[in-house]
């Protein structure tokens, strides 16, 4: 069964810019979360969609943060315009259902310079 | 305070020794508690979920829950260096309209020494 895929794997911009990532989830996983983890901190909650429909964005910063999932399969999520503290790595991880056992890909690390 | 707290570490432990990490949490209404694994510059993997008082153990891993203390505990026994990781603890959360969710801890880091 192939895992969770994510595209770049990194990613260096100067801020201001835009960036974009992409996620495509294990195969049938109805839930897709994307998360912000910045060094030495534990994951941040960015999204969370149920197919192709939003259930949590409550932690998104709506004034430069977008995603979307069509289709209820692949999802994006974009940066625009890009600041410093958005240096992270981005995380995608997606569950059959429930949010028990969270399979996640690789991450995209990006640097905001 | 935070609704997952854990001690950031190091934790250090010498190769063959018992690992014990632990986990506070806020919501006393929470059930399901998990901890996940990070080894640098990797993501996290599920290692054990624990829903009911006491201990559930899954090999050298023995994951302890108190509802009433509000704590979650995980003891690797035999500790080798290929435990050396961060661990992360996460908590299940229901918000408005059922919906569920992980909160996070910040992650405790172990290192296993030689």
């Known amino acids: 069964e192939a895992g969770v895929a994510q595209s770049p794997r990194y990613k260096i911009i100067e801020k201001r810019q835009s960036v974009a990532f992409w996620c495509n989830p294990i195969?049938?996983?109805?839930?897709l979360y994307w998360y912000q983890q910045i060094l030495g901190q534990g994951p941040k909650l960015l999204i969370q969609?149920?197919?192709?429909?939003?259930?949590?964005d409550s932690q998104l910063p709506k004034d430069r943060f977008s995603a979307e999932r069509l289709k209820g399969v692949d999802s994006t999520l974009k940066i625009q315009p890009a600041k410093l503290e958005d240096s992270a790595v981005y995380l995608c991880?997606?569950?059959?259902?429930?949010?028990?056992?969270?399979?996640f890909g690789p991450g995209t690390r990006l640097t905001v310079l | 305070q935070k609704e997952v707290e854990q001690n950031s570490g190091p934790l250090s432990v010498p190769e063959g020794a018992i690992a014990s990490l632990n986990c506070t949490y806020s919501?006393?209404?929470?059930?399901?508690f998990f901890w996940y694994r990070q080894y640098s510059g990797k993501s996290p993997e599920l290692i054990m979920s624990?829903?009911s008082n006491g201990d559930k153990e899954d090999g050298r891993f023995t994951a302890q829950l108190n509802k009433a203390s509000q704590y979650v505990s995980l003891l690797i026994r035999d500790s080798q260096p290929s435990d050396s990781a961060t661990y992360l603890c996460?908590?299940?959360?229901?918000?408005?309209?059922?919906?569920?969710?992980?909160?996070w801890g910040l992650g405790t880091s172990l290192a296993v020494n030689p």
């Open positions: 195969s049938g996983h109805a839930t």
């Open positions: 991880a997606s569950t059959p259902g429930g949010p028990d056992t969270q399979y």
């Open positions: 624990i829903y």
């Open positions: 996460a908590v299940k959360r229901y918000n408005a309209g059922n919906n569920r969710k992980l909160i």
């Open positions: 919501d006393r209404g929470s059930q399901s």
């Open positions: 969609f149920q197919n192709n429909g939003v259930v949590d």
